[in-house]
C-alpha cells in the first residue's frame, strides 16, 4: 500500500538490485577467490583448503619483479596519460566552445574498435621495418637495429594509448564546471596567465585528476593485452602471470593469491596519493 | 600638464590629469554566427579620482563590456582607454592598477577568506608580513575578521559578496570596478550593503565604477551616473540632474516613475511655450518646438498636487479623475485619467497636515510649477 513511508523507503529499493549485483558478482567471488588463494592441490588429483599462506610467499617470492614492473609501467601510462590528456580536457572545456560534443566524440571513436585490434595495430605500425622505422632507417636517422617493438617504451606508450580516454574525461567533467570568471578574477588580481593556471584552474581540477589516475593507474597496472602484443620476454607483466598460471598452469591458488598481491599493491598506492594529495582535494571543493 | 578642471565628456581627445579613468570613443562590436553585434557603440566618459561613478541601464546596454573594456578583459574595437592618463590598449588585466568585484563573486572555493583576500598581493610579491597586516585590515573593514580561515561555500552570500569587495579593496587600486555587486542579494541585504559599501568608499577614497541596472541603487551611492541604452550614454550627470531633468525619452523612462504628457504648442513666448493639453489642460515648458507643433512632455508624480480647487493661472494644470488609490503608508499613489487621455500617476506625502485628498471616481485638478516639466527631444 502505497504510503508515506512507501515513499521514504523507495531510494532503498531502487539501490537494493546495485547490492544484489556487488554481493552476487564481486563479494561472493572475491571470497571464492580468497579461499582459492589459500588452497593446494593440482588439476588431476582436485584442490583442497589447506589454509596454504605459503601461496602468498611464492606470489610474492616469484614474482615480485613482475609485480614492481607492473607498478612502474601503470604509473609511466599514468603519468603520460596525463601529460597528453590534461591539455586535450582543458582545450576541449575552455576552447570547445559549441563544439565540445564533436570533440567528445572524436576522442572515443578509436574506442569502438576492438582492444585487440587496436594493439596489433600498433604492432604493424611500430614494427621493425613498419611505416615509422622503416623511412626513418632509409634515411639514415635511426640505425638499422633500432626497434620499438619488444621494449618497455612500446608496452606503455600502448597502455596509454588504451587508457587516455579515461583521463581525458573526468578532467574535461571538471574543468567544465569550473566557473571562468574565477580564472578572471585571479587575471585581475596581478596573476600571470601561467599563475592563473597554477593557483586557480589546476588546484581546482585536482578531483578530476584523482579520478583519472584511479581510473587509468588501476586497469594499466593489471593489463595483459599491451605487454603480450608489444612487448617482448623482459616486458612480462604481472597480468601475463596471472594469465598463464590460471590458463596454462592451472595453478589457480598461485593465481589467486598473486590477483590479491596485486590488489594491495594498488590500493596501497592509490590511498598513499589520496593521502599525499589531501581529503580536500581529493574530494570536490566546487562552490556552486 | 592641463589643470584638473571637470571638463565636458568628449569635448577633445586629451584626458585631464585628474581623471582617474578616460574612455574616448570607445566601441566594441562583437562577431557571433550571425554577423556583428555593436555592444558598444562611440562612448566617451571621464571619471574623476575618488568618484562614485554609476554605469546605469538595461540589461544588453553595453554597461557590462564597457567595464570589462576598462579592467581588460575586452579590448575596444575602437577609441582609447585611458588609467590614469596612460593609454593602456593591449595592456593585459594583471597589469591594469583596477580591481574587479564580479557578479557571482569569484571567490577561489579552493581557498580560506584570507588566502582568497592575500591573492594579488602575493602576485604582487608583497612581503608576508604586510600581507597578513592589510588582509587583516581589509576583512575589518568588511567586519569578517572572524571568517578568515572559513572556505567561501561556509560563508552566505552576504558574506561572500564581502569578501569579494575586501579581496579588491586590499590592493589600493586606482579605480574599483563593481559589476551588479549585489544583484544576487535579497532587498533588505542589498539596502544594508548600499550604506556599507557607500561608508568603505569614503574610507578608502578609492574610484568606484559601478555597473547596475538598478536606479535606485545608482541614485542612492553614486556621485555622478552615466545612463546606457543601445551602446551610447543617453544621458551623464548627478542623481539630482538625471532624475529631475531626464535628457531623453529613455532616460524620463528608465529612472523613477515619469508621467508622459503629449500636447499642442499653442503660443510660443521667448525660449518658453503655452501647450494645450486636452480640455482645460495647460502646461508651461521650456521648448524650441514651434506654434502648432506637437510635443512630448515629462513630469515626475511627486511634484504634482492633486486637488479640489481650480490651481492659480501661473500653474501648470490638468483636469482629471481619480481611477486607482493605492495606500502606501507614509505616501499615497493615486492614478488619475485625465481628458486628453493619458494617465497620470500622483504621488502625495501623507504628512501631518495631508487628508484623504480624494476618492476614487472623483474628478480633481492636478497642478505643478512649470520648472518641473521638461519637453522631451521628438
Known sequence: MPGPSGTSRAPYL????????????FVLPICGMLSVSLMTGNVIDGFGFTGAVGNYAEALGGYWEQILRSLLYGLCATVLCIAVGYPMAYWIAFRGGAHKATYLLLLLLPFFVAQVLRAISWKFILADNGVVLGP??????????????????????????????????????????????????????????????????LPLSLPGVFAGVLMVFVPTSSDYVNAAVLGGTHNTMIGNVIRTQYL????????????????AALLLGIFGYARALGTEQVMEVQAR | MATTTQREPGSDGAAPAGAAIALHGV??????????VAAVRGIDLEIQRGEFFALLGPSGCGKTTTMRMIAGFEEPTSGVVRLAGDDVTGVPPNRRDVTMVFQSYALFPHMTVFDNVAFGLRRRRVPAAEVAERVGAALDLVELADRAGYRPARLSGGQQQRVALARAVVNRPAALLLDEPLGALDLKLRQAMQIELKRIQREVGITFVYVTHDQ????????RIAVLNNGVVEQLGTPAEVYERPATRFVAGFIGTSNLITGTVARRDGEHADVEVGAG???????????????????????????TAEPGPELCRLRGTVEEVVYLGSATHYTVATRAGAAIVVFQQNAHDAQNLAERGSDVWLSWQPRHTYALPG
Open chain 2, 216 to 223: 535606485g541603487e545608482a541614485l542612492t551611492m553614486a556621485d
Open chain 2, 281 to 307: 489642460g495647460h502646461v508651461r515648458v521650456r521648448t524650441a518646438t514651434a506654434q502648432g507643433e506637437r510635443v512630448d512632455l515629462t513630469v515626475r508624480p511627486e511634484k504634482v498636487r492633486l486637488g
Open chain 1, 248 to 263: 596454462v598452469n592451472n595453478a589457480y591458488p598461485t593465481a589467486a593469491a598473486i590477483t590479491f598481491v596485486l590488489m
Open chain 1, 14 to 25: 531502487l539501490v537494493l538490485p546495485g547490492w544484489i549485483w556487488l554481493a552476487i558478482f
Open chain 2, 27 to 36: 566601441s566594441k562590436t562583437f562577431r557571433s554566427g550571425q554577423g556583428e
Open chain 1, 136 to 201: 626513418l632507417k632509409a634515411l639514415g636517422i635511426l640505425g638499422p637495429d633500432a626497434h620499438v617493438l619488444s621494449t618497455a617504451t612500446a608496452v606503455v606508450c600502448g597502455l596509454a594509448y588504451n587508457f587516455l580516454p579515461f583521463m581525458v574525461l573526468p578532467i574535461y567533467a571538471v574543468l567544465e564546471r569550473v566557473d571562468h570568471s574565477v580564472v578572471e578574477a585571479a587575471r585581475d588580481l596581478f596573476a600571470s596567465r601561467t599563475q592563473a593556471f597554477l593557483r586557480v584552474v
